[in-house]
């Protein structure tokens, strides 16, 4: 085995823990609500706008990432994508704070606008939690510098990841008229 492949294999555990953890955590503190358990905290309503421009902060550094590794600019490359991974756990723990500490807010939109918003809902769940162990696997390769390896599932993880990036956008959007502050 190539030192390459070993230095990828001591990073696996720690890629599955974490691919099935954050999910867990995340259900389990998403269904948490404080003022349920007794707690008189005040709703973090200020929440939302922040962690939607941090969404859209990820897509465009994303997109970003991709033009400086086309350019050949790898280190650059290498910091954005590693600023992605920061804004993406601070959107998560963002996230939960809000559903913590918040009641629950119901899409009001009617008619078709109401399944488009499903569907948009339904894939970005989705697909936020399949891309974790994608970033990971895809990150590890690139620091240990398997680049084919890297670059064959960056194409793959890279439009999942910008595809939850966008529509964590547009879900906000469209749920924003809805939200008790």
């Known amino acids: 085995m190539t030192q390459t492949l070993q230095n990828e294999k001591k990073y696996n555990i720690w890629i599955w823990i974490l691919s099935i953890a954050i999910p867990v955590v995340v259900a389990i503190l998403f269904i948490v609500n404080l003022h349920d358990l007794g707690y008189n905290v005040k709703p973090l309503s200020f929440l939302p706008p922040i962690y939607a421009s941090i969404n859209g902060l990820t897509a465009i550094l994303l997109v970003l990432a991709v033009r400086a590794i086309k ?67 895809t990150f590890v390769r690139g620091i240990s510098g398997s680049y084919q390896r890297h670059k064959k599932l960056a194409r793959i993880t890279y439009p999942m990841w910008l595809y939850v990036a966008v529509t964590g956008v547009i879900v906000y959007l469209m749920i924003s008229p809805y939200y008790v502050h």
Not at 108 to 130: C, N, P, Q, R, V
């Open 71 to 137: 350019k050949g600019n790898q280190l650059l490359h290498e910091r954005l994508i590693k600023v992605c991974i920061v804004c993406s756990v601070a959107f998560l723990a963002m996230y939960v704070a809000y559903h913590m500490t918040s009641v629950e807010t119901k899409f009001g939109g009617e008619g078709a606008i109401k399944y488009i918003y499903f569907f948009i809902l339904i894939t970005h769940i989705l697909l936020s939690i399949i891309i974790i162990p994608f970033v990971l696997v």
